[in-house]
């Protein structure tokens, strides 16, 4: 099944969520003011969020009016041109050696997603290894170990309350003996004492630039889509320890708010990079933003 078909699948429920009220918008007889508001209500209320909504709300009334657009129907194509638009980003090629930092509250599946990720490189031919770096959250180490099997993938852990950063240390030295390809490093999600998470996410980043400043970095966030709103926030509070570079956005298929990809990108100017639409351990796909928007509406 292609990611199209997947996806398709996995938002079922926010499409019913945005198409019924985006029917009734588009059902106007003229592009009036009456039309504007209630496109900018049912765009509110499909968690696309308000910074995204007046974005797009701005953007289609500038396009109709350049455009000279009179009917509702072609205004439909223009507001999905400029949803595809609003977050569709260029994305830099991965390169190897990389080195994959995975950030995220406790809860929104980081764990999963990091064991679906290692199954995902795997696929493409790459040899990976995962740092089970959260040695606070009890059992994280041998939740990450079952998926670390089941993708048939290397581990490096210690036991629990361990230092997180000389965890990573090892995973890199391990890396650097085996020439592996793609180091993923789980990190703890406790939030209860912010600045110790947040220095502790700090201390990694030093380990990893000392050790191997020429690997290819990325920063990524796990957010959980049945939040909605909520998700968005705590993008901002990572992002202040480690510049958070992208989202893999997990539980896509068991909620009707999956508008939220619109907000944290009108906010936080950040693209989706990875999303999660079921339990399988081949569920985790790159994101498509065309194809996105085209299952949405």
Known sequence: MGFFEKIKQGLKKTKENISKKLFEVFKAKELDEDFY??????????????????NIIEQLKDDVFAKKITSPEKAKA?????????????IPEYEYPLIIMIAGINGVGKTTA???LANLFKNMGKSVIIAAADTFRAAASEQLSVWAERADVRIVKHSEGSD??????????????KKTDVLLVDTAGRL???KNLMDELKKINRVIEREMPDADRRNLIVLDATTGQNAVTQVEIFDEAVDIDGIILTK???TAKGGV????SAEYEMPVVYVGVGEKIDDLLP???EEFVDAVL
């Open 37 to 54: 508001e209630e496109l900018e209500a049912a765009l509110i209320a499909s968690d696309m969020g308000v910074v995204a909504t007046e």
């Open 78 to 90: 223009e507001l999905k041109r400029i949803l595809v638009e609003s977050i569709d980003y260029e």
């Open 114 to 116: 990091v064991g679906k």
């Open 164 to 177: 997180p950063a000389a965890v990573v240390f090892d995973a890199i030295s391990s890396m650097k003996a």
């Open 192 to 194: 209860h004492n912010k």
């Open 252 to 254: 896509l298929d068991g």
């Open 261 to 264: 990809v619109m907000a944290i």
């Open 287 to 289: 994101f498509n933003a």
